[in-house]
């Protein structure tokens, strides 16, 4: 007797369906997942101004970050860049202290924090005391 | 002249082969990168920071919003709770730090007042989770 040939084999992937699928999937997992970096920040929170002993206007090593940026010492206001040129000129290797103003954003008091603590300033942040 | 006949279209899906393929990296790629994970109360606009320290984001951040909301999670709170909250919070996690993501414009004393009320509740550790500068 004689047989006939197997027929060759034709893997055939339904690839529509797989398609289908792995979209599903991607658009599930683009929508579902978060992928933001994330800093973190170390705070190292002080007394409040009153328990630091600290009166108004501040003494020179305690800064008053004011809600439009600036900042104010005992020797008066001054922006954020002549602030760190005053700390500077001091040749001091104290810390700092800021003290946000009551009305003064998180982000204003970060952006000082940051820029003391690039030139290599330990800050402490500080509060004024609650009414 | 006689012009030649069109080759027959060929009924494999060779041609989709290669959208599979980059279909594929794009799913590995949030797969790995990306945490899915429950939804936060509400989102704060971050602060952005300098720091350098990278950090996982924790589903269980101490979240304050500029309109003065509090959520631990997806849980909201209001602020007159934070101590009872984060006593909680200290007891079933006594060993972690405690994250807080405040919104870019939350009053800075109000972000150091509820910094001061997680030591009052015994917390150990806070720091803040920014974004970092563009």
């Keep these: ?131 | 002249m006689r012009l030649k006949s069109p080759a027959p279209a060929s009924e494999s899906n060779h041609g989709m082969l290669p959208l599979i393929n980059i279909v594929f990296l794009l799913m590995i790629f949030f797969m790995l990168v990306g945490a899915v994970s429950v939804p936060d109360a509400f989102e704060p606009e971050p602060i952005r920071s300098e720091a350098l320290r990278s950090a996982e984001r924790d589903p269980h951040s101490l979240l304050i919003s500029a309109d003065g909301r509090f959520a631990l999670g997806p849980d909201e709170f209001r602020g007159q709770e934070i101590e009872q909250v984060l006593s909680r919070w200290r007891i079933k996690n006594p060993d972690q730090a405690l994250s807080v993501r405040a919104g870019a414009r939350v009053r800075a004393e109000v972000l150091l007042n509820t910094i001061e009320a997680a030591k009052r509740a015994g917390v150990q550790e806070v720091v803040l989770l920014t974004r970092r500068r563009p």
């Design chain 1, 1 to 131: 007797m004689k047989l006939a040939p197997a027929a060759p084999m034709t893997a055939r992937v339904p690839l529509t369906a797989l398609v289908d699928v792995v979209f599903i999937l991607l658009f599930f997992f683009m929508l579902a997942s978060r992928s933001l970096d994330w800093r973190v920040l170390e705070i190292d929170l002080g007394e409040t101004a009153i328990d630091a002993g600290l009166q108004a206007p501040p003494p020179n090593n305690a800064f008053l970050v004011l809600p439009n940026g600036e900042l104010h010492n005992g020797d008066g206001q001054m922006a954020l860049a002549d602030a760190i040129g005053f700390y500077q000129r001091a040749d001091s290797n104290a810390g700092i202290a800021l003290l946000p103003a009551p009305e003064t954003a998180s982000q204003t008091l970060i952006d000082a924090l940051d820029a003391f603590t690039a030139i290599g300033v330990q800050v402490t942040l500080t509060r004024l005391p609650t009414q």
